[in-house]
């Protein structure tokens, strides 16, 4: 079993930079994959970047240029850099890994974006 936790979330100003941290630990073998969601008050849970083992990256097309994604930690971490941040980015953001044997979701942690 992996369990995930993420670090980074709390209150901000539009225009403002957060720094989400996700640490994968349990059983772990070849995560394959990384990435972050988010879910919106209201609003079904959307995809937001993911990051494989190649490092190759898949980001929303609305964050594009204002969040990147990486791996750290001999890739067991996954940082999502947020920068510019808008009032439409606050939700919750949940932190996700595959490895062969399935997915896994940490609890999330909350982002909040207001003036």
């Known amino acids: 079993q992996v369990h995930l936790m993420e670090t980074g979330g709390g209150l901000v100003q539009p225009g403002d930079s957060l720094r989400l941290s996700c640490g994968a630990s349990?059983?772990?073998?070849?995560?394959?994959?990384m990435g972050w969601y988010r879910q919106a008050p209201g609003k079904a849970r959307e995809f937001v970047a993911t990051?494989?083992?190649?490092?190759?990256?898949s980001i929303l097309d609305s964050v594009k240029g204002r969040f990147s994604i990486s791996r750290e930690n001999g890739e067991n971490t996954v940082i999502l850099q947020m920068s510019s941040l808008k009032v439409e980015d606050t939700g919750v953001y949940y932190c996700?890994?595959?490895?062969?044997?399935?997915?896994?979701w940490g609890q999330g942690t909350q982002v909040t974006v207001s003036s």
């Open positions: 990051i494989n083992t190649g490092l190759v990256t």
């Open positions: 996700t890994a595959s490895d062969a044997w399935g997915t896994y």
């Open positions: 349990g059983t772990i073998s070849s995560l394959y994959q």
